[in-house]
């Protein structure tokens, strides 16, 4: 009885470039290179490494960009390729791929998708290497750049995150592990180590079609870009984990991933290594808001969060109710740049704080409005018709947008005690203007979106309806430990 640790075992691909293939577990890397050798159903070109997932899928809608390279020809002839290589493809996909919360990427990269029954990879990387040459070749012609990347979806580690059942030996077990992966992290990994995360992990599109197995995980996040010793790191992790006794029979995989926590609430001088506001579109926004709307302060071009729950304020001197909406402090900072400082310290509008400046709430965001109306007025352009295709839907988005109510009090990033834990704070309270105040506690209609705005690598899938309060524990230097 006892732990039994899993490990994906590590391959010889592309990056042998940078780790000879006879010390592939020994000495430093980066950690985007220790997670692609472990991945042998994702191969790049000669020298470099696939995007590390999770990754953000950038590429923009209603473009052409896939034609003016990567055309019908280049795409016959590159099949040829994987063809006389004895190698199955299902699809192509040219995509704008980018490590998760880093900048727009520029160059594109064309993913040829092999049918799921491939496991013979003996051959994939000289495929790459020739298809990229022809790619490349084609792309310089152009004046682009391009990538080119093969893989099979179904065995490459894109995998998703289940909620763990309270009450089960696997419960019990990760319990007892926890503050000993915590005490081997923050002796390994000091200085770059962002989280610890356990949870059930999955490939995201086996799960998608019921296939495969839920792999119980530990998950240790460290900063993008970290170099260490990794494969040593995660023995330590491993050999510590079986050490601990436990009563049942479990099985576990330890894992490292790049990763950072993007704290809900940063102070204004803080720096944050993200830039994760990324514009959405959507079709036809309504006159008046449905809650998860995108809202911004109208100061600012890059923020961006979401309309929450609506509610009546009684405000405490007698005044009439008004109507408002709750949303993310950190989400409306950003209105009052010369306050900032401040309102971190002290929340706005509490104990009696006058209000120095309006902290105006734009609905839609102004990043998600700018870019809306280019996609729609390129559209528009386009169209033998446009007064009954996207030029309607721009005139509309014109009309509805605009400022929707100011911030009356938010937190700021003040903490509040909870028994022996503190914990941040991050909540703000908007008035509604007159004319937006018919907003009611309605979610929205999933037909409004053309595509979704969330990723289900972003959150815990599935919490087993059967046993109310499933766990998923998070463990990290700026969180503490959470429990969801």
């Known amino acids: 009885m006892g732990i039994r640790c899993m490990t994906r075992k590590l391959v010889s691909t592309s990056v042998?470039?940078?780790?000879?293939?006879?010390?592939?577990d020994l000495g430093p890397c980066s950690i985007e290179q220790y997670v692609a050798k472990k991945d042998p159903f994702r191969v790049a070109p000669t020298g470099k490494i696939p995007v590390s997932w999770p990754h953000d899928d950038k590429t923009r809608p209603f473009t052409g960009d896939r034609y003016t390279v990567f055309n019908e020809a280049l795409e016959d002839s590159t099949w040829a390729v994987l063809k006389r290589s004895g190698i199955k493809l299902c699809t192509t996909a040219v995509k704008k791929l980018t490590p998760q919360g880093f900048p727009l990427a520029e160059d594109q990269t064309v993913i040829f998708l092999t049918?799921?029954?491939?496991?013979?990879?003996?051959?994939?990387?000289?495929?790459?290497?020739?298809?990229?040459?022809?790619?490349?070749?084609a792309a310089a012609k152009a004046g682009k750049t391009m990538s080119v990347e093969l893989q099979n979806r179904f065995k490459s580690y894109t995998d998703i995150s289940w909620a763990i059942c309270p009450g089960t030996a696997l419960y019990r077990s990760l319990l007892q592990i926890e503050p000993v992966v915590l005490a081997e992290v923050r002796k390994l990994c000091s200085g770059v180590w962002t989280s610890i995360a356990y949870h059930n992990r999955q490939n995201k599109s086996a799960a998608a079609v019921g296939v495969g197995i839920q792999q119980p995980t530990v998950i240790v996040y460290v900063m993008p870009g970290s170099l260490?010793?990794?494969?040593?790191?995660?023995?330590?992790?491993?050999?510590?984990?079986?050490?601990?006794?436990?009563e049942e029979d479990v099985e576990i995989a330890p894992d490292i991933l790049p990763g950072f926590n993007n704290l809900s609430t940063a102070p204004s001088k803080a720096y944050t290594p993200t830039t994760s506001h990324h514009p959405k579109y959507k079709l036809d926004i309504p006159a008046v808001p449905t809650l998860g709307a995108s809202i911004s302060p109208q100061l600012s071009d890059t923020d961006s969060g979401s309309l929450g729950a609506v509610v009546?304020?009684?405000?405490?001197?007698?005044?009439?109710?008004?109507?408002?909406?709750?949303?993310?402090?950190?989400?409306?900072?950003?209105?009052?740049?010369?306050?900032?400082?401040?309102?971190d310290e002290l929340g706005i509008g509490l104990d009696g704080r006058a209000l120095d400046r309006r902290i105006e709430i734009a609905y839609p965001t102004s990043c998600d409005g700018e870019y809306m109306k280019e996609l729609l007025a390129g559209s528009a352009k386009r169209s033998k018709n446009p007064e009954r295709s996207s030029y309607a839907h721009l005139v509309a988005l014109i009309e509805?947008?605009?400022v929707i109510g100011e911030v009356i009090h938010a937190s700021g990033l003040r903490y509040s005690s909870a028994g022996d834990r503190r914990c941040r704070m991050d909540w703000a309270l908007v008035a509604l203007h007159p004319a937006k105040d018919t907003v009611f506690n309605s979610p929205p209609n999933l037909s409004n979106f053309p595509s979704s705005c969330q990723r289900e690598e972003d959150f815990v899938w599935d919490y087993p309806n059967s046993l109310p309060g499933g766990v998923i524990s998070r463990t990290g230097e700026l969180t503490a430990f959470s429990w969801a």
């Open 16 to 24: 042998s470039t940078y780790l000879s293939p006879g010390d592939l």
């Open 115 to 137: 049918l799921n029954t491939e496991t013979d990879t003996s051959r994939w990387q000289e495929a790459v290497d020739y298809i990229y040459e022809m790619v490349n070749e």
């Open 228 to 246: 260490a010793s990794w494969g040593e790191v995660e023995a330590h992790i491993r050999r510590a984990i079986e050490a601990v006794p436990v």
């Open 312 to 343: 009546n304020f009684q405000p405490r001197d007698g005044q009439e109710p008004q109507k408002c909406f709750l949303t993310a402090y950190h989400a409306i900072a950003s209105g009052d740049p010369i306050g900032r400082a401040v309102n």
């Open 400 to 402: 509805r947008e605009g």
